[in-house]
């Protein structure tokens, strides 16, 4: 690289050779381009159609960088230092900047995921905030010169979106997609889950089904919640609690009628563990309850409780199973 930069300031490149180049640029880091330029700097030399003054100055100047004692200490040194620098940095600063942002430009899809047992807040570049909860992820375009914002979504997210009625906010989900102008709400796609929710804090959202050949549209109004059965492609709309939908994003376990194998599949997400129910009569049992700032086993104490069972923690693997003096 560094000879085609040096060829490319004194003109003597070809256009393949300039295309070369533009290869090179856009697979080149912003440290290894620094390191280039530094080397074309120090070895820079001026031509002979510069007089002797100006040469010398420019010797000065070079010292002055190389020790890191850069003083300009007349205006006179500053003009010759400005009239040496512009044909140089001018072009090189142009075209370097040019081609990073037109490669910039065609890769601003981003991904942000979340390792299970944690949680992050996301700003996306409309200034909407996101909320993702354990083992999610979301995909987002950076370009704002796009007709809409549209985003993917694997796992749960809170989403609070900033107003803009000329560009539509779109979460895209495997199953559902939910569009809206300027709202807050929460939406739980987990792809180990058999039913989808979108659960509506403020404003207004549309939901539309993706099923192949029936596709179905719901417009949720504040706090109800539509629930999609993966199974059977069902939809159906309920009235629901804020608390309930949102009490993640506070660290809080809150279930309302929900089954073992539901909170099951919470507890792996939130305490990153694998838990294995040997106890099949109990999986489908419902429970209600909170837990708030509570250990794994605090949590299967309460349950167990509950349920009759017993279990066992082995590292980062729980067993439950069924209490033997239930068999007696």
């Not at 390792?115 to 409309?126: A, T």
């Not at 492609?233 to 993640?248: F, H, I, K, P, Q």
């Not at 099949?280 to 167990?304: H, M, Q, R, W």
């Amino acid at each position: 690289m560094y000879q085609l930069l040096s060829a490319f300031l004194t003109q003597k490149t070809a256009k393949a050779e300039n295309k070369e180049m533009d290869q090179l640029i856009r697979h080149t880091t912003d440290e290894e381009l620094g390191s280039v330029l530094s080397d074309l700097w120090e070895d820079y030399e001026l031509t002979e159609s510069y007089d002797s003054e100006i040469k010398t100055s420019f010797i000065q100047l070079k010292h002055r960088i190389r020790i890191k004692r850069i003083r300009m200490q007349t205006i006179r040194f500053a003009k010759y230092a400005a009239i040496l620098l512009l044909p140089v940095l001018s072009i090189m600063t142009t075209y370097l900047l040019i081609e990073r942002k037109e490669y910039r430009s065609e890769n601003t899809y981003f991904t942000v995921h979340v390792d299970p047992g944690k949680s992050s807040d996301v700003i996306l570049p409309d200034g909407s905030k996101v909320e993702l909860n354990s083992e999610s992820s979301i995909s987002y375009n950076n370009d704002n010169k796009l007709h809409q914002r549209r985003v993917s979504l694997q796992g749960e997210a809170h989403f609070k979106v900033t107003k803009n009625p000329k560009k539509p906010f779109i979460v895209s989900t495997t199953f559902f997609d939910v569009e809206v102008l300027g709202t807050t709400f929460n939406v739980k796609t987990y792809e180990s889950d058999d039913i989808n929710t979108v659960a509506l804090m403020e404003g207004r959202v549309k939901l539309t089904t993706l099923n192949q050949g029936k596709n179905t549209t719901v417009y949720l109004a504040p706090n109800q919640k539509a629930i999609y059965n993966k199974k059977t492609g069902e939809l159906t709309v309920v009235g629901m609690d804020n608390y309930s939908e949102t009490a993640w994003m506070k660290g809080i376990l809150a279930f309302h009628t929900e089954t073992l194998h539901n909170i099951k599949l919470e507890l792996e997400r939130k305490y990153n563990v694998h838990i294995s129910l040997n106890y099949p009569s109990i999986e489908y049992d419902s429970f209600t309850g909170v837990f708030a700032n509570k250990t794994l086993g605090e949590v299967l104490d309460n349950l167990k409780i509950h349920y009759g069972f017993e279990y066992a923690i082995h590292d980062n693997k729980v067993s439950i199973y069924q209490d033997k003096k239930v068999l007696q």
